[in-house]
């Protein structure tokens, strides 16, 4: 089972920053937090990851609390492009084998005019 | 920029047909992924490949199903007797090592069993 936890739903004004939060209170330390989307029925698209470093790329930002329990992804400056089912997904770090992802139901994110 | 491609986008087939539905991953990459998505339903996992072999399989992948890396580029799922309840969206996807690095997902293959 999924072990994160995350808003069913959330809604945002385009051009404004999306806050999406996710709680992963049981995340061991080698726990990746990532993050994708699915817009409409497309594959999963990759957003960003991190380990307990805050990051950021072109896409968006990923801020993770000290205690690693909880994080929020940050789309700066949201469009209708945006709108999609957001997926927080707690990752373990596997050497040398594969290893899966396991999607919740995640956040619809519907961003509006 | 490097994509994962499966065909075909779209199968129908009728119940107890076998299929194979087909995945070229990155062609640097190494480790291998097929997750499945029923309408409305969450992304599971079914079966993850490395080195040849199945690293991981989930309880869906039963007996019915198996996958192949046939000739070092493509990627198959194939389900060998399908069922009504097989009717999904079938994704593929690569990473090019494990730990701490992305999967790029294709678009999926909509199959449907009638």
């Known amino acids: 089972d999924a072990k994160t936890t995350q808003p069913p739903s959330m809604d945002c004004a385009e051009g404004r920053a999306a806050n999406l939060p996710c709680n992963h209170s049981?995340?061991?330390?080698?726990?990746?937090v990532y993050w994708y989307r699915q817009i409409h029925s497309q594959g999963p698209q990759y957003i960003i990851h991190g380990l307990k470093n805050n990051e950021t790329n072109e896409m968006a930002s990923l801020i993770i609390t000290e205690d690693r329990k909880s994080s929020t992804l940050i789309l700066p400056h949201a469009t209708l492009r945006d709108t999609a089912v957001y997926y927080c997904?707690?990752?373990?770090?596997?050497?040398?084998?594969?290893?899966?992802?396991?999607f919740g139901t995640g956040t619809r994110l519907q961003v509006t005019l | 920029e490097p994509e994962v491609t499966q065909t075909p986008s779209h199968q129908v087939t009728q119940m107890g047909q076998e299929v194979i539905l087909r995945c070229v991953p990155i062609s640097n990459h190494l480790y291998f992924y097929w997750y499945r998505q029923i309408l409305g339903q969450k992304v599971e996992f079914l079966v993850s490949f490395y080195n040849n072999e199945i690293s991981e399989k989930s309880e869906i992948f039963d007996d019915q199903f198996s996958v192949e890396r046939p000739d070092g580029s493509n990627f198959t799922l194939k389900i060998r007797s399908t069922k009504l309840e097989d009717s999904a969206m079938y994704f593929c996807?690569?990473?090019?090592?494990?730990?701490?690095?992305?999967?790029?997902f294709g678009q999926g293959t909509r199959l449907t069993v009638v």
């Open positions: 997904i707690v990752r373990v770090e596997n050497t040398g084998t594969a290893s899966k992802l396991t």
């Open positions: 049981t995340i061991s330390g080698n726990e990746y």
């Open positions: 996807a690569s990473s090019d090592q494990a730990p701490n690095t992305e999967a790029f």
